[in-house]
């Protein structure tokens, strides 16, 4: 069982900084490919970055492309998001993620969320 808290939100304005961490427990963290969402008011909930541990590689939403980087500290086993540039849109309540496949079992772990507001 992996369980997954998630930290670092909370009020900014437009243009500025915040960086969302997530701490991982439990599983093998190697294993797990961790993701970012979040979930605006009345919206969906959407992918907004993703890094493979095995790799390191990484993929981003277009909508924050160049803005926000995610990153992984395998020694600390905690994933975070580092979002430059914010805007009122990136308002939502950020979720991490973590997601592995034993043959064609799906392992889909979430945290509890944490709010970002950009507002002025």
């Known amino acids: 069982q992996v369980q997954l808290v998630e930290s670092g939100g909370g009020l900014v304005q437009p243009g500025g900084s915040l960086r969302l961490s997530c701490a991982v427990s439990g599983g093998t963290f190697s294993s797990y490919a961790m993701s970012w969402y979040r979930q605006a008011p009345g919206k969906e909930r959407e992918l907004v970055a993703g890094?493979?541990?095995?790799?390191?590689?990484?993929n981003y939403a277009d909508s924050v492309k160049g803005r926000f980087t995610t990153f992984r500290d395998s020694d600390k086993k905690m994933v975070y998001l580092q979002m430059n540039g914010l805007k009122p849109e990136d308002t939502a309540v950020y979720y991490c993620?973590?997601?592995?496949?034993?043959?064609?079992?799906?392992?889909?772990?979430w945290g509890q969320g944490t709010q970002v507001t950009v507002s002025s």
């Open positions: 890094i493979i541990s095995s790799a390191g590689s990484t």
């Open positions: 993620n973590a997601k592995r496949y034993v043959a064609t079992i799906l392992y889909n772990y």
